[in-house]
């Protein structure tokens, strides 16, 4: 996209009241080939562990996972930001 990946703000965020780490193990986990997301801590919970692994504008992993426990930003604006920086 002409922009270094670390300057664009594209990850998902963790619903946490929604986020129950599934039955059978985090699916978004187990889903996400690019090793975004990871379990850590007592009590577990998931993380975005590698935030800049995300592939831009990809939701795919909210398909898998509980109704609004990922969210992520508004395409539009990380657009408009993106054209921004490439215009600098």
Known sequence: MGVPRSKIPWYPKINYDKCDLCDSGPQCLKFCPHRVYAVKGQPKKLVVE?????????RSCRRVCAPDALSFPEKREVLALIKKLRDY
């Open 50 to 58: 590698n935030p800049n692994n995300c592939v831009v504008f990809c």
